[in-house]
């Protein structure tokens, strides 16, 4: 998702908008090994402003599937990710150095909050085109819940034999896994007192 900003670094006073958007294609993502994309997914981006500063609004509808938190089956669920960044466009990049000091002082990054408790990024972009990749990932990894189930009441697995007990019983439930009574189940009066 590499956003180019040569007609930005073009535009002097007055504010110039841009919109533009990426397809991620279905299948692996960068929010963990078990968290895929159902389907593509198109990420807009919304760009207004001009050589010193550019506003970017990212906003996408991810379908995602990942494995159900207690009973491990497939969950499809749709996850918003919105974001908004200002980026300061540094000197190197007006002066069309930018690829060639595009070393540490690429991005530097620095979140603040905005009146409205919007959280805005601000990062100053040293080149002439910016990489979204990493900040979209970041922000798609806080928007995903911290617990995903199939179903509110998910029965999950029986902790002992492994059965998914959303479609079956097993005979495990009928025998208490209460160790104390397990334990009085055995006991006999010790013959020697
Ligand atoms: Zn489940
Ligand atoms: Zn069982």
């Known amino acids: 998702m590499e956003i180019d900003l040569t007609a930005f670094l073009r535009t002097h006073q007055q504010t110039r908008t841009e919109d533009v958007s990426f397809l991620v294609p279905a299948g692996p993502t960068q929010l963990g090994a078990q968290v895929r994309l159902a389907k593509p997914a198109s990420v807009a981006v919304c760009l207004a402003g001009n050589r010193g500063m550019v506003r970017v ?11 159900c938190d207690r009973c491990l089956d497939e969950v499809r669920f ?6 908004t960044e200002e980026w300061r466009l540094g000197r190197a990049a007006l002066d069309g150095r930018g690829r060639q000091h595009s070393g540490v002082h690429a991005q530097a990054w620095d979140a603040e909050s905005d009146d409205d408790a919007e959280m805005v990024v601000r990062r100053t972009v040293c080149e002439q085109a910016a990489d979204l990749d990493e900040a979209f990932w970041q922000n798609a990894g806080l928007a995903l819940p911290l617990k995903v189930l199939c179903a509110e009441n998910c029965r999950g697995l029986c902790q002992r034999c ?10 495990c439930s009928e025998s ?4 104390r009574l397990s334990l009085l189940g055995r006991w006999r009066p010790d013959p020697h007192r």
């Open 162 to 171: 492994g059965t998914n007990l959303n479609r079956t019983v097993c005979m």
């Open 78 to 83: 749709e996850m918003p990710v919105a974001f």
């Open 57 to 67: 609004e990212v906003s996408a509808d991810l379908h995602l599937c990942c494995p």
């Open 176 to 179: 208490p896994p209460d160790s």
